[in-house]
RNA sequence: GUCCCCAUCGUCUAGAGGCCUAGGACACCAGCCUUUCACGUUGGUAACACGGGUUCGAAUCCCGUUGGGGACGCCA
């Protein structure tokens, strides 16, 4: 019998074929239907031997050999037919606080994984720590999963309306007598870690005293149950992503599943709630991958199949460290205030630790005909946001005109900036020449307010340095002769040259006093499209203003 | 501390033993384009963490070291 070190092969070899076996044999297999799948042998499942089923569920089916090459892809070429149920994902946030990249990351890809396959994806908030969770957090996540387009195809599963059901999963775990009552006191246990704390031993809880006790034997304390962990051997999880994952199982220990509250906790709601949802594919943090090890002690204990797991990488803030609210907008909503497009954002995320070959612009349809677990990376990555900000101003260039027209006029009156109908048409005008330089929609709308405003435009500090006597000399003539132009911008354009020409100057001699005085900038769009976007009437009131 | 996971330019990545003098993208630098700013375009700087193996041949397979992350709750 090999030792676990001697089986345990390079991580990059074991990661992808492990994938790809344990994969492969479980869509070979089919995955079996989880109503009653567990019910049907339920009567053999009794503690003694629950390990053994546990390590022999169907991931360790003979596999037939592939050769890499003709190998097809995890589940391209296996028909999904040929699967006996369809794929269902879910996306399993806790409403404590706002849905963070991370989630959104998380999230999407939970529902390109659906899609790929035609399957569903769903929504369940974990709200069992009451203490914690808040309405408000879970109107932000829903609110945020709307905003990149990542809505479930199910009405969301409020796992805390699910308490009985985890209640009934437990006392039926007690039942079978792989788990049982538990009398110590919190204290008692704070205690027994600190006492192996001081001692530098590893805390493993020992329940073994409350074992087949004498009900009339057991103290006045309000008991918690505790799943019995196997005693021997070693847990093996064949990870979609990090690839097979094994720990032995003199690591685990007796872990609660319902407190002496009633009410479950998180590793035993998880399970139930995934098995009764149906859930094939847990794609999930990597934080979760220990957990794993325990959530399969209830899985094998009620006899159910374990779901296909998935761990991707966390993201980490661009200075490396662990992402967390102190680090710049963590919060989905607020990449929505910095005038991100939920496409962008979608598109960057998903690049964030996934590949294929050198595409970069990858719009929804494309990741969903793409997205495969195989292609996720297994390690951390950090958030860049110069390369969000270029992938943001790609989509933004792309983006419809009257959409972005209608974001700008939106953000415009966020800021209480003053603008009617004209303000708007003509910021709609300029779109075109607008968005081809600007990275964000607040850019653009800080770029577009000039436009949409009435009057005069206020000078910024560089454009009033340039507003020399000259200048305006320049442009109280430049008026004269442009008041008899037509106000198109190819003529616009023509009477500009002309102009320039016969004085013996270079367009830009021209062009730059005239930005300022029709925008109060020295950056704006081609000066022809301006002029043309404002109209004779604005376009002439603010040279003559700016001529003085 | 124990267990688990990870490791290619500054960042995101391509890479399935020979196609690698390691490719792309962002950022950065220089040039071109140009009515400003952008866009675009041309070129440049820049990486296989380290040490051992296996092999005719290693970024790629194996072992170890170092570094990073995660989990060890009547939180999720």
Known sequence: MPTARATTSHKASRGRSAARRGSHAAASAGLPGHRGAGRANADDISFPIFHRVRNECNWNLPVPRLSPRSRPGLYGAQPLQARAMSVRTRFAPSPTGFLH?????????????????????????????????????????LDSLAWLGLSPDEAPVMQSSREARHAEVA????????????????EELAAMRAEAEAAKRPFKYDGS?????????????????????????????????????????????????LRSDGTPTYLHAVVVDDHDMRITHVIRGDDHLTNTFRQCMVYDAMGWHRPHFAH???????????????????????????GFLPEAVCNYLLRLG?????????????????????????AASRMDYAKLTHLNGVYLRAADDARLTEEVLKRLTRRGVDFGTLGGDRVRALMPALKERAKTLEELTSAAAFAAQEGPPA????????????????LADLAQFLNDA???????????????????MKLGQVAQPLRIALSGSTQSPPIDAVLAALGRTEAMDRILAAAG
């Open 209 to 257: 005293r409350w074992i087949g006790l004498d009900p009339a034997a057991a103290p006045s304390v309000a008991p918690v149950i505790r799943i019995k962990a196997p005693r021997g051997g070693e847990t093996v999880v064949p990870d979609l992503v990090q690839g097979e994952v094994r720990v032995a199982n003199a690591e685990l220990d007796d872990m609660i599943i």
């Open 486 to 504: 037509p106000w198109e911008q190819t003529d616009l354009m023509n009477w500009l040259r002309d102009y320039s020409d016969v004085k013996g």
């Open 312 to 338: 991707i990488p966390l993201i980490h803030g661009a200075d490396g460290a662990k992402l967390s609210k102190r680090h710049g907008a963590v919060g989905v909503m607020e990449f929505e205030a910095q």
């Open 171 to 186: 006392r039926e775990l007690l039942a079978r007598g792989a788990a049982y009552l538990a009398f110590d006191t919190p």
């Open 354 to 378: 996934w590949g294929h070959g050198d595409e970069e612009f990858v719009p929804r349809p494309r990741a969903i005909e793409l997205f495969d677990l195989k292609d996720v990376g297994r």
């Open 101 to 141: 990249i991370g989630g959104a990351r998380t999230a999407l890809f939970n529902f390109l994984f659906a899609r790929h396959h035609g399957g569903e994806y769903l929504l369940r908030i974990e709200d069992t720590d009451k203490a914690r969770s808040t309405a408000e957090a879970v109107q932000q996540i």
């Open 459 to 474: 000078l910024d500090p560089k454009a009033a340095a340039q507003l020399t006597p000259e200048a305006k000399a320049l």
